[in-house]
Nanobody, 121 residues
Framework: QVQLVESGGGLVQAGGSLRLSCAAS????????MAWFRQAPGKEREFVAA??????TYYADSVKGRFSISRDNANTVDVQMNSLKPEDTAIYYC????????????????WGQGTQVTVSS
């Protein structure tokens, strides 16, 4: 059983930056697609960003140019979030893929507990 633990969330003003980090309980990132999703109150969980085993990156249109996903080592994947907007407010989840499309939550088998990001206007 892989455990994923997110950190780095918090309260920030619009235009500010945050860096979220996801740590795994075992060396898993180098062999799996890893992603970040988010869920705002009353909304469905949505894709934010993903990074493949070869380092290819994928972004939701809403965060493209503002967020950057990276894999620091075999156990950590981060997302740097710049120019934050109030609509970025959500709980952010790290996930490890099982198979399928990188953009779909159903493709991922392991999830972290989430970290809250709140962007004030």
């Amino acid at each position: 059983q892989v455990q994923l633990v997110e950190s780095g969330g918090g309260l920030v003003q619009a235009g500010g930056s945050l860096r979220l980090s996801c740590a795994a309980s075992e060396r898993t990132f180098s062999t799996s697609v890893m992603a970040w999703f988010r869920q705002a109150p009353g909304k469905e969980r949505e894709f934010v960003a993903a990074i493949s085993r070869s380092g290819d990156t994928y972004y939701a249109d809403s965060v493209k140019g503002r967020f950057s996903i990276s894999r620091d080592n075999a156990n950590t994947v981060d997302v740097q979030m710049n120019s934050l907007k109030p609509e970025d407010t959500a709980i952010y989840y790290c996930a490890k893929m099982r198979s399928g499309s990188v953009f779909l939550a159903s493709s991922y088998e392991y999830w972290g507990q989430g970290t809250q990001v709140t962007v004030s206007s």
